[in-house]
């Protein structure tokens, strides 16, 4: 295939070590537009949201693998198609597109009973093993794509990326969500917690939300938070039993994975409820009494992204309006890195996002 109009150099913001401080280490380069293998798309990146899983990636929190950098970070992509790889079918030059961050198989047992996230051929996760959309340009297999309705601007499409598509999967698939439950979610002013709040909200729950800055808390009651706790300045379980008149909470969703944050979390479940972990942080650590655990048939789990199914439901929620996208900060590719300092400072309600 003829590519003579993006041969060349793009801009890209590049990591090339593990952030101590935040302020100045993403780089902006000139660096080659990706070459397309045969099953690949290239997408002029539009936006791609900015989260605290990329923010733990480019600190090594996940895991300080040298091989991995540099990198170009972002992995809640939006764009448009700039060109297809040979074997394309699906998608043309000029599609607007959305990306699903992990390369799949498509064909493993796990893949092909709807478990993408627990693909056993796991080819990387876009935006840390493979570059991201920190950038002009990024290079996609085509099955990580998906159309973005035209009802959807790029900037609002970045929520469902994770924001909204982990929600779905951690509430659905491990919660074990019912009708009328008390779901709790620790982080719940956040990127995903103010969308995990609206969809348990939408789901029929009575929800708790946890965080540790009083006026972002206020603001979580726009999202569907009935109850709000102040981790910082109250014994969480407490306040949770006081809320539910000494039931507990049916599920527990622990967004930020501190050793703190997963007691707190085991602490405020009632009998029969559920605690969904979304993180992980090297040295933290989950300790549960095997009496809670048998007799009180409390279930613990964790919840790796999503589906391309649930994927699919959270493109829909959004596109219906039952879901509201929270972007309160947005920035240009060069000072992508300021949102990752309001990030670190706790000063992002909801999500932050790059716009090209």
């Known amino acids: 295939m003829v590519r003579a109009a993006l041969e060349g150099k793009m801009k890209a913001m590049v990591l090339h070590d593990w952030v101590s401080k935040w302020g100045n280490n993403l780089k902006s380069e000139e660096v080659t537009i990706p070459k397309l293998g045969p099953s690949d798309v290239l997408v002029e990146v539009k936006a791609c949201g900015v989260g605290l899983s990329v923010s733990n990636f480019m600190m090594g929190a996940i ?83 998906f159309k973005l309705p035209d009802e959807v601007s790029f900037v609002d499409g970045t929520v469902i990326n994770t924001a909204l598509a982990a929600s ?25 917690g103010v969308h995990m709040s609206q969809l348990a909200k939408l789901y029929g729950a009575r929800v ?20 709000r706790i102040n981790a910082s300045k109250s014994d969480v379980a407490e306040e949770v039993k006081k809320a539910t008149a000494g039931r507990g909470a049916d599920i527990v969703v622990d967004l930020v994975g501190s050793s703190k944050t997963m007691g707190d979390a085991l602490n405020s479940l009632g009998r029969a409820g559920r605690f969904v972990n979304l993180t992980t ?31 699919l439901k959270a493109l829909e929620l959004i596109r219906s309006g039952r879901v509201k996208p929270v972007i309160s900060q947005s920035s240009t590719l060069s000072e992508v890195e300021k949102l990752h300092v309001l990030l670190a400072e706790n000063k992002l309600l909801g999500r932050g996002v790059m716009v090209s």
């Not at 991995?68 to 448009?80: F, M, S």
């Not at 040295?283 to 994927?311: C, D, Q, W």
């Open 63 to 145: 895991g300080k693998n040298p091989t991995l950098l540099p990198k170009i970070p972002g992995d809640e992509i939006t764009g448009v198609v700039a060109e297809t790889g040979t074997a394309v079918q699906n998608f043309a030059k000029g599609d607007r597109v959305i990306v699903y961050i992990f390369v799949t198989c498509d064909h493993c047992k796990y893949c092909l009973s709807g478990k993408q996230d627990l693909c056993v051929n796991f080819g990387g996760w876009i935006g840390r093993h493979l570059n991201g959309g920190y950038a002009e340009y990024v290079k996609v297999p085509s099955n990580c794509l």
């Open 168 to 192: 779905v999967h951690a509430l659905e698939s491990r919660g074990q969500m019912q009708l009328g439950e008390t779901v709790m979610i620790i982080g719940a002013a956040g990127g995903v």
């Open 208 to 227: 708790i939300g946890v965080d540790v800055d009083d006026d972002k808390l206020k603001r979580t009651s726009e999202f569907g938070v009935d109850v």
């Open 281 to 311: 942080h090297p040295g933290s650590k989950i300790e549960a009494p095997s009496g809670k655990l048998v007799l009180e048939e409390i279930v613990i789990t964790g919840s790796r992204y999503t589906t391309k199914h649930e994927f």
